[in-house]
């Protein structure tokens, strides 16, 4: 199976396991729910959605509940990071050997027997190994993320701080769809920015491997050929699906995503440059 479908697959998996064990409580979790209460709402409920609304709720009286939902979300961003550092170098150079892999999967275009697929995996391999990637090693920042996204979405959902604060005299409990009718243009420019976010999110790693195999093309005085994208589709869909769930869901969400975005394009401009000191 190809990899990219596979692991698209393993994060659907994840996500309903996920969604079929959240609570579906909207009770508010204030600064006064105890752990215990907190624990009838099921495990995930308790380890992750109240620790997270807790400290929504706590640090909103000190700094807004702008700051509040961005300083949670780095926190959060800098745990997976500390699992996930590997993988997610692996992911970036994932991107870079994309030329070599084409080049194979080009060489047994069409070749649909099992010794040509077995060839074909083989060499591919044999690049992974050259380049130290584990090709399935970045699964496991799927499956990190997603308990931390939706308990982020029930964190907001049912914090009492995003219930009762504003943010620039507007509520971000309000959805985007809720926004437009009340002209709280401040949740549409969170949403619009959380999209564009999300866009260069997605689109810097192709960029930087464009940019590096340039690069390396120029320093071998050979013309460089970009890689087919064939999952280009698939990035806009998921995209799309992002930017259509977010409409309908508290602005504080889609800032948590904005938030989550930029620090993921920093994360991975910072690790192109580490992996790429020599350059």
Known sequence: MNK??????????????ILTGCSASTELITLDTTFKE?????????FITYPLSQAI?????????FLAISIVTIVINAI??????????????????????????????????????QRMAMEMQQVYNKYGINPLGSLASTFIQF?????????VRRSEAVANATFAGVSLSLSPSQAIGQ???????????????QFISIKIPMWLAEKRGKEEAEKH?????????QNQMM?????????????????????????????????????????????
């Open 4 to 17: 990219k479908r596979l692991k698209l697959v393993l994060s659907l998996i994840a996500l309903a396991l």
């Open 38 to 46: 907190a624990m009838n709402d099921g495990f995930l409920s308790a």
């Open 57 to 65: 709720n706590w640090l909103t009286p000190k700094v807004g509940i």
């Open 80 to 117: 997976v990071l500390a699992f996930t550092f590997k993988s997610s170098v692996a992911m970036q150079k994932m991107q870079e050997i994309q030329p070599e892999l084409q080049k194979i999967q080009a060489k047994y275009e069409g070749r649909q027997d099992e010794m040509s697929q």
């Open 147 to 155: 308990p931390l996204l939706i308990g982020m979405y029930n964190a």
């Open 183 to 197: 002209k709280a243009w401040v949740c549409l420019v969170i949403f619009v920015l959380m999209v564009i976010m």
């Open 221 to 229: 005085h050979k013309t460089y050929k970009k890689p087919e994208n």
């Open 235 to 279: 990035t806009y869909s998921m995209l799309a699906m992002v930017a259509f769930a977010m409409f309908s869901i508290p602005t504080a969400v889609s800032l948590y995503y904005c938030i989550s975005s930029i620090v993921n394009i920093v994360k991975t401009i910072v690790i192109d440059k580490m992996t790429h000191k020599e350059a």
